[in-house]
């Protein structure tokens, strides 16, 4: 079985022992809940990348609106 760190990490904090091997592991997660097995396989995603992609040129960031005047 497959698993990323992150998803071991994950099974760990389920309860699941540190240096489990491969038949353990997957005894282990035919008895988690339908919720859980859903997050565990979320994990198995690539994390979204460390920073986001330069702004090109001319793509300008909008200032936000200014505030409305106060009625007189």
């Given at each position: ?32 809940g ?11 995603t ?27």
């Amino acid at each position: 079985m497959e698993l990323t760190a992150q998803q071991i990490a994950y099974l760990v904090s389920l309860g699941l022992a540190e240096g489990a091997g491969d038949a353990q592991i997957k005894a282990f997660v035919a008895t988690l809940g339908a919720g859980q097995l859903k997050f565990l396989n979320g994990l198995a995603t690539p994390a979204a990348p460390a920073s986001l992609p330069a702004q090109t040129a001319g793509s300008a960031v909008a200032s936000p609106a200014a505030p409305a005047a106060a009625p007189a």
